[in-house]
Every structure is written in structure tokens, then in C-alpha cells.
T-cell receptor
């Protein structure tokens, strides 16, 4: 079974621009979560989607948004990029059912550099 | 507010030694405690996880010890190998809250010398 895939893997943007990152979960997984990873703050929860509904949201400004499609694929968008948004953005999926329901499987991430 | 505190920040052990990483949590609603391993350029990969109804779980060379009263849990890597050199993250989640949000520790960079 293929793992979580994220595109693009690397991205360079300039301040003020916006960016859209994509995540395809493991086949059959219905829950998708997004995390931001930086050297200073570590791994921080951005938001979580289940069946196209945002189930939880982390403490990030409104510039960060996301959505989930009917096929469970998810996108996150960051508008008006700031230098501090440079980070590795990780997507994780989980089955959300069965004995393994809470286990989150991470993708390789999208490394975003804001200049 | 750091809900999961992880120590040490970095750890160097010799091949064949035991690596021990500790975590403490504050939220008593947490009921799921996974450990993740991350290599440079890769996403975190689940190593082993535990729920509070057991005090220890072992999978191969990896063992989680859990102390519910102290709100602490730890990862032990027996017979550490150079291939175990990576960053390890503990995490916690309240799975009864209708969300699978993970709260992570800051990570421990483990180096196993040959």
C-alpha cells in the first residue's frame, strides 16, 4: 500500500505570496492532519480533517487554511507569506476506524522556504 | 505552554548501549502516547505506542515504560545501533475528544557511535 504523498516536496516563495500544498493520504484513510515543523518550535499541529470537515484547528493565524476533498485528499493554503512561515509542512493520515484508528502515518513533507 | 516535555535534547551512546529518552505530560486527558523516529529529509515514522492501561510495551529492541501517576513515559532502545541515529519525538493525544491531534515533545537527537 502506498504511503502518504505530498506535493511539491520543495518550494521557494517570496514574502507576501501565497502557497498551496497538497496531500494524498494512504488509500482508505479518511482523516488527514497537518503539522508545521521548525527547529525552534518543533512539530506543531495546524488542523485536522475528517470526511471533508475540519475537526480541530491549532493555534495558527487565519492565513493558514485547509480543506479536504471527497476522496480524502487534502490541501493547505498559506496566504501573505511571512519569513517565519519557512518550515517543513507535514501531512499525516489515519484510518479513523478499527483498532489502528488513532495511528497517524506521516508523509515526507513539503519544505517551504520564504525569501 | 508546553504540554509534553522531552529530555534530553541530545544523546550520544556507544553501539550496543541503552538509549533512554524521557517525556512528561500535563494533560491527564491524554490517553495515547506514540513515539516517532525521524531521519533527516524524511517524515516522522511511528515506532511504538502505548495506552495508559499498561505500564510497559516492548517491540523488538524498543520498549516504552509508562508511569501514569507521575505522568511520565520513556523510550528505551536496547542494543543501540548506528542505524538508530535519528531524532526521536514523543507525543500524546486525547483520542476521546473526537480528534487525533498529536502534541509533540521537542525531540531528542540520538547519535550512536560505532
Amino acid at each position: 500500500k502506498a504511503g502518504v504523498t505530498q506535493t511539491p516536496r520543495y518550494l521557494i516563495k517570496t514574502r507576501g505570496q501565497q502557497v498551496t500544498l497538497s496531500c494524498s493520504p494512504i488509500s482508505g484513510h479518511r482523516s488527514v492532519s497537518w503539522y508545521q515543523q521548525t527547529p525552534g518550535q518543533g512539530l506543531q499541529f495546524l488542523f485536522e480533517y475528517f470526511s471533508e470537515t475540519q475537526r480541530n484547528k491549532g493555534n495558527f493565524p487565519g492565513r493558514f487554511s485547509g480543506r479536504q476533498f471527497s476522496n480524502s485528499r487534502s490541501e493547505m493554503n498559506v496566504s501573505t507569506l511571512e519569513l517565519g512561515d519557512s518550515a517543513l509542512y507535514l501531512c499525516a493520515s489515519s484510518p479513523a476506524w478499527g483498532a489502528d484508528q488513532e495511528t497517524q502515518y506521516f508523509g515526507p513533507g513539503t519544505r517551504l522556504l520564504v525569501l | 505552554q508546553q504540554q509534553v516535555k522531552q529530555s534530553p535534547q541530545s544523546l550520544i551512546v556507544q553501539k550496543g548501549g541503552i538509549s533512554i529518552i524521557n517525556c512528561a505530560y500535563e494533560n491527564t486527558a491524554f490517553d495515547y502516547f506514540p513515539w516517532y523516529q525521524q531521519f533527516p529529509g524524511k517524515g516522522p515514522a511511528l515506532l511504538i505506542a502505548i495506552r495508559p492501561d499498561v505500564s510497559e510495551k516492548k517491540e523488538g529492541r524498543f520498549t516504552i515504560s509508562f508511569n501514569k501517576s507521575a505522568k511520565q513515559f520513556s523510550l528505551h532502545i536496547m542494543d543501540s545501533q548506528p542505524g538508530d541515529s535519528a531524532t526521536y519525538f514523543c507525543a500524546a493525544s486525547n483520542t476521546q475528544g473526537g480528534s487525533e491531534k498529536l502534541v509533540f515533545g521537542k525531540g531528542t537527537k540520538l547519535t550512536v557511535n560505532p
